[in-house]
């Protein structure tokens, strides 16, 4: 079994889990609103919210997760990935934050020659998250995502 069936076997088994989850919570919120206290059904109510966040969450996360990943198949299949592999590494194996931040340097003048380039935003996401900027790395992502998402005419 190669590693995206197995990614896609856990996804799926995680799914599988969460659906078992959210029947059973929603089971317990018509339970508490059938007990008939005034609590029981403010708790119920709220309770049978719940599956409906987490099945949005649910599916807001693998939507992002599938695009980003067809992104990223797109940029390493014509060789614009971001290659860190050689870059010094800690023991922890994150990239050193001087060579991150060299390689992010580098990045960052591809993308400002072309900051509406939706390839070019996903490297500087890329760029952001070996440097450690989480927060940057999702907001570009995001960014890229909605850039491409406008070159395809969607």
């Known amino acids: 079994m190669n590693k995206t069936t197995r990614t896609l076997a856990l996804i799926v088994a995680i799914c599988i889990a969460l659906a078992v989850y959210f029947v059973l919570l929603g089971q317990r919120g018509i339970q508490l609103i059938q007990d ?3 609590a029981a059904i403010g708790l119920g109510i709220g309770v049978l919210i719940l599956p409906f966040l987490g099945l949005w969450l649910v599916i807001a996360t693998l939507r992002a997760g599938f ?3 067809r992104l990223a198949q797109q940029i390493h299949d014509e060789g614009l990935a971001v290659d860190a592999s050689a870059l010094p ?3 922890s194996g994150r990239i050193e934050r001087a060579a991150a931040d060299e390689l992010f340097a580098q990045i960052k003048v591809d993308w ?3 900051p509406d380039n939706w390839k ?3 490297r500087l996401a890329r760029a952001y998250d070996y ?3 989480r ?3 999702r907001e570009t992502m995001r960014r890229a995502v909605e850039l491409e998402r406008r070159s395809r005419g969607k």
């Open 120 to 122: 070019q935003n996903f």
């Open 112 to 114: 400002e020659a072309d």
């Open 67 to 69: 695009t980003h990943q």
């Open 131 to 133: 440097a450690g900027d």
């Open 135 to 137: 927060s940057r790395a």
């Open 89 to 91: 590494k800690l023991p």
């Open 36 to 38: 008939g206290g005034g």
